[in-house]
């Protein structure tokens, strides 16, 4: 089964003050199939975040269809949606987005307070995920007090710990230095291979997308080129380079031209 399906899926935002409309997606078709990695990668204002807020339930689209594990999430009620994305979805975001005033346990404990579910609190799960994040020494910690890289492994936790179907990522190494971001694609990995996750991944930098099993690239809201990764990582690696430094090129001419 697929587990998400972008089917002809349009985007317009409307800026009433100067009363202009930018076409933020076109005609958008995606599958992410089960155990697949997926990266989105493309220019500034291409439109993937908005890929990523519409495929996630964040923002609604204005045509076409997004289809979760079979349910169409365009045709559900806020309330309806709110309560699918609770148990579907894990997001991870770049900045974290953790609450400064709850410890790292407390964040991560959010979604399964929110659902009630104590039953996995008591089984510990809480700390099986930091021990698999290498995050349990900084647990009581509050965000502030830990760095980015520890931040976004926390993040993670709080976002796989419904056992969601699908992770969408945006730009999750973006305040990383390398080291730390290394460290987090690692784990996203092992998310991947070990235990079978579904991740869709924004991203603007090639080696983050050279972890995926596909990247797909937008440009001005269309896909224009995708490519599957055929032998290792340092081969996807630099297919992925060579099709960045074609659009750099072709977008430097053309801006010559203009
Ligand atoms: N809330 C909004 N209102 C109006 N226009 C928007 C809004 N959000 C995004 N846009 C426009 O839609 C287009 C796509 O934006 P989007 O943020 O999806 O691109 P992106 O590829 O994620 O860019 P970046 O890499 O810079 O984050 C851009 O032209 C952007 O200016």
């Known amino acids: ?5 972008i089917k002809n899926v349009c985007k317009k935002y409307s800026n009433n003050s100067k009363k202009v409309n930018t076409t933020a997606l076109k005609n958008i078709n995606l599958t992410l199939r089960n155990n697949e990695f997926i990266g989105i990668m493309g220019t500034s204002g291409s439109g993937k975040t908005t890929l990523l807020n519409v495929a996630s339930g964040i923002d609604s689209c204005d045509e076409g ?44 404990m959010v979604p ?30 509050y965000p502030y007090e830990i760095s980015g890289g520890q931040q976004q492994r926390a993040a993670i936790c709080r976002a796989i710990i419904n056992n969601p179907k699908i ?11 390398s080291r730390s971001s290394k460290k987090v694609l690692s784990y996203f990995e092992l998310l991947h291979n070990e ?8 991203t603007h930098d ?47 001419k053309e801006d010559i031209d203009d």
Do not use: H, W
């Not at 089984?123 to 647990?139: Q, R």
């Not at 992770?167 to 230095?177: C, K, Q, R, V, Y």
């Not at 937008?218 to 896909?223: A, N, R, V």
């Open 65 to 108: 269809e997004i289809n979760i594990l079979d349910n169409n999430i365009s045709e559900m009620d806020r309330n309806e949606l709110s309560l699918f994305r609770r148990s579907n979805i894990g997001m991870v975001f770049q900045d974290f987005n953790l609450l400064n005033s709850l410890s790292v346990k407390e964040n991560i």
């Open 167 to 177: 992770i969408f990522a945006d730009e999750p190494t973006g305040n990383l230095d």
């Open 112 to 141: 399964l307070l929110l659902d009630k579910k104590y039953e996995l609190l008591e089984e510990g799960i809480v700390n099986k995920l930091a021990n698999m994040m290498d995050i349990s020494g900084i647990l009581d910690r």
């Open 206 to 252: 090639p080696f983050s997308a050279s972890y995926c099993d596909k990247v797909v690239f937008l440009q001005d809201g269309s896909i224009i080129n995708e490519i599957r990764k055929q032998g290792d990582k340092v081969k996807f690696l630099n297919s992925i380079l060579e099709i960045v430094q074609d659009f750099d090129t072709v977008r430097i």
């Open 195 to 202: 235990y079978n996750a579904n991740i869709l991944m924004v």
């Open 1 to 5: 089964m697929n587990v998400l399906e």
